[in-house]
């Protein structure tokens, strides 16, 4: 198999992996603040903790793309993969709605595994095919986000809500080792 095209499936399911681990908590995240003791404005928590890793990475992307161009986008993959992996782990831990606030931006500002491996895709293929395989990344970011309330939704539903967020955590794991 050619090098592009290796380097092509192993970010589409990395990108997968951590596409689906940023929007498992979406269909539990409110039962979760009731569960660590958030009785008031769950609404407001909601958003503001789904919004908050969102804003907080639209803000970073620059800064790691810049990053990412003077030391190589592989290194700011890894160092993103294991990012996640350890803000989920933590997340499964909080006890408190701050705690979980300064993680979800935390998460947005330390993270940046899909736009890292979307860049390495566009500058590693052939220009003939960069087409192909950027739309082919999208299937990946795409689909994991599609898949990843269902997959947090059953895990929270199954096992509990600290278990979904550990999960997540070792997804984003899985899919670094893969990178590597």
Known sequence: ???????????????????????????????????????????????????????????????????????????MIIRAGFVLCIIYLLTAFVTHPVQLLILRILQGLLSGFIPGAIAIVGTNTPEKRVGYALSTMSTATATGSIMGPLLGGVLSKVFDNRLAFGSAGVLCFLATLLVI
């Open 1 to 75: 198999m050619e090098s592009w095209k290796k380097n092509l499936w192993v970010l589409w399911f990395g990108s997968l992996i951590v596409s689906s681990s940023f929007s498992m908590v979406v269909p539990f995240l409110p039962l979760f603040l009731i569960e660590i003791g958030v009785t008031q404005n769950i609404e407001m928590w909601s958003g503001l903790l789904f919004s908050a890793a969102f804003f907080a990475g639209a803000l970073s992307s620059p800064f790691w793309g810049s990053v990412g161009d003077k030391y190589g986008r592989k290194p």
